[in-house]
Every structure is written in structure tokens, then in C-alpha cells.
């Protein structure tokens, strides 16, 4: 039972452009999200989180957007630039708690 | 601030070996986690330590699994023995704290491969 899911394998977008990554979640007990990027042979590094109280948090090119009506997030990342190529992975944790469920990832590639 | 620190960074066993991995968090994180990364997927927590002791166990497959962290600084995870689909990369992670909102930093990870 996958409770984060990022339905897009990979994105394509040209440098300068808009990058958004969507992730979807089921339960109603998180209340607490991250995004991490990972690079080939590194491990994930925090990115940007957004707490449930909250609708947008930003910080410079990245702002990520919580729907919890919807149970979706997104992260925006403008403008693009090649170096932002990477995986990102979305998780969730639930009220009171540390445990991180990640999704499955998006492959981010951004072309000059 | 040194990160966190894995080894060995790639291992390659037949079926029904042994292996071990290590790591090394971060100075005065006492919070400690190692996840399983199969390829396509996202990281799955495997156990959780605050100090020398676990936190949540719950998803680490204790028949053939096995992780410590006697002095509550470096830990090793064990397989013994490993199947095909212990193939993966094996994150280490550590935090400050335990608790909700706490960032987790992770390592370079293991990549593991069972033949």
C-alpha cells in the first residue's frame, strides 16, 4: 500500500523554464512534508518541507504547495537550471512522529 | 561538519552470504535510521535507534536482519543470510533528535548486490 505516490517517473524541462513535481498521499495523518533530491552514487539531501498548518512555503526558487483537501503537493522550482537535475522524492510523516514514507521519486532532467 | 559516513560503498555477494554494512552519523546525532532503497522505489525505513536503543523495529525482517549501535554512536546492519531481493542500496540517516519535524541527514548509502 503505497501512501506517498509521485505518479511521474520524469520530467523534462528546458533551463529557465518552470519545474513542477507532484506527489499524492493517502493518509490523513500526516501532517508534516518534505522533498529531498538525490543525486547519482549520493545520498538524499533535504530540500524544503511544508508543515500541514501551511498551504505554500518558499525558499528562492523552490516553493512547495500542500492541498490537504486533496491530499497533493507540489514543488515548484523557478527557474530551472541544470544543475536542479536530479531525483526528487517526496515523504510525509504523521503527527508526533519522525517516521519518514517517501514516495517513489521523479526523475528531474533540465536541458540548456 | 562531517556528514555521514557509510561503508562500504559498494558490495556484491552470492545468495545465502553474509554481509555487513557501517555507519558513522554525524557528531552528537543521537537519532539513527537505516532504510532500504530498492531500485525504482523510495527509501523504507528498515529500524530506528535514539541512542543505543530501538525506536521502531516494525518493518526490518528479523530472521534474516540484524543492526546494532552498541555505544550509541556507529552502527552496523547485518544480513545474514541474503536473498536476491536484498538487493538495494542501504541509507544511513541521522538526526539531532528524535521527534517530529527533525531533519534527517543521510549518508552516500551501500549498494548491495545479491547473485
Known amino acids: 500500500d503505497q501512501q506517498v505516490k509521485q505518479n ?7 533551463e ?20 529531498y533530491k538525490k543525486y547519482p552514487a549520493e545520498g538524499p539531501t533535504f530540500l ?9 512555503n518558499e525558499d528562492g526558487r523552490f516553493t512547495v504547495f500542500l492541498n490537504k483537501s486533496a491530499k497533493h503537493l ?8 541544470p544543475g536542479d537535475s536530479a531525483v526528487y522524492f517526496c515523504a510525509a510523516s504523521a503527527y508526533n512522529t519522525d517516521k519518514l ?3 517513489t521519486g521523479t526523475r528531474l532532467q533540465v536541458f540548456p | 561538519e562531517a556528514g555521514v559516513a557509510q561503508s562500504p560503498r559498494y558490495k556484491i555477494i552470492e545468495k545465502r552470504q553474509s554481509v555487513a554494512f557501517w555507519c558513522n552519523p554525524i557528531s ?15 527509501p523504507k525505513l528498515l529500524i530506528q535507534f535514539q541512542n543505543n536503543g530501538v525506536v521502531d523495529d516494525s518493518q526490518l525482517p528479523k530472521d534474516r536482519f540484524s543492526a546494532e549501535r552498541l555505544k550509541g554512536v556507529d552502527s552496523t546492519l547485518k544480513i545474514q ?13 541521522s538526526s539531532l533528535v528524535t521527534g517530529a519535524n527533525n531533519e534527517q541527514f543521510f ?8 547473485l
Open chain 1, 74 to 81: 507540489s514543488l515548484h522550482i523557478v527557474p530551472s537550471q
Open chain 1, 16 to 35: 529557465g523554464r518552470i519545474s513542477i513535481l507532484n506527489c499524492d498521499y493517502t493518509n490523513s495523518m500526516f501532517d508534516y512534508f518534505l522533498w
Open chain 2, 28 to 42: 552528537g546525532h543521537a537519532t539513527l535510521y537505516w532504510y532500504q532503497q530498492i531500485l525504482g522505489q523510495g
Open chain 1, 101 to 103: 514514507i517517501f514516495g
Open chain 2, 107 to 114: 549518508g552516500p548509502g551501500t549498494r548491495l548486490t545479491v
Open chain 1, 48 to 56: 524544503i518541507s511544508i508543515s500541514s498548518i501551511k498551504d505554500k
Open chain 2, 81 to 93: 543470510p541474503a536473498k536476491l531481493e536484498d538487493s538495494a542500496v542501504y541509507l544511513c540517516a
Open chain 1, 8 to 14: 511521474s517517473p520524469s520530467l523534462s524541462v528546458q
